[in-house]
């Protein structure tokens, strides 16, 4: 009886010790995303600075190139194709680059007293991607507003919208914490941004952000179909607009998880790389 009364004593410990790291997880988590979101808040014209490009795409590009039959899907207007792809492209852009904002606060000594605080590192990662999602939800919220005006068909059906959301939030923090992972190795912003544009425009136009599969050259499809932006712009086109990608909608928030799961981890412990 003894020996069975310690085991239990032994589970409820270990378990009262799981409980209380997984609290000081989520508060150190709300804590930082709190701070960005301060940030965002007194920042309301990067929101809009950054939609330029958005717009262009879905604009020029997609009023230019609608009436190329082999892009985008037949019966399917061009415009509301490119829109989940131009989502995606605009989130992965703010995703990216957020790694800037870690070498700035290196420079300015403000790291170095994020890290000597007791917050654990995976609570830092995920504050400051959620920040990224919350900017990314804002440019997304104002783009879907516009296509509305602009008379170009989604289904709008809430659900679908609020999945599409949070599969936008999602894949945004996954490519933030790949963006954190490589502000923690590389020392300069110059570095950092030649990198980010090496990473982001192959991950852009190697994805069914601009154009389907179908069309793509096997090669180009191999590397498209282990690219995470596909999923992503997969499962946002299958919730707006009822097209499937050649693939289930849970493989779609299946794979930015688990892509988001792995970099999060990664990046948690790289971060203390970044004040070296």
Known sequence: MSERSDDSLAASADLGSLLARARRLGEGAYAMAQAELRKLRHDYLDIFTRMVQPLLWLFVFGTAMRHVRKLGVAGVDYRSYLVPGVMAQSALFVAIFFGLAIIWERDAGQLQRLLATPLPRLSIVLGKASGAGVRA????????????????????????????????????????????????LLKTRERFMGIGQMVTMPLFFASSALYPLSIMPLWLRLIARANPLTYEVQGLRSLLLGLGGGGALWLDFAVCGGFFVALAALAARAYPRAIV
Request: charge should be positive.
């Open 137 to 184: 939800l804002a440019q997304a919220s104002v783009l879907l507003a516009v296509v509305a005006i602009a008379g170009i068909k989604l289904d709008w059906v809430v659900w679908r919208v609020l999945a599409a959301i949070v599969l936008l939030v999602l894949g945004t923090a996954a490519f933030a914490c790949l963006s954190m992972l490589l502000a923690s």
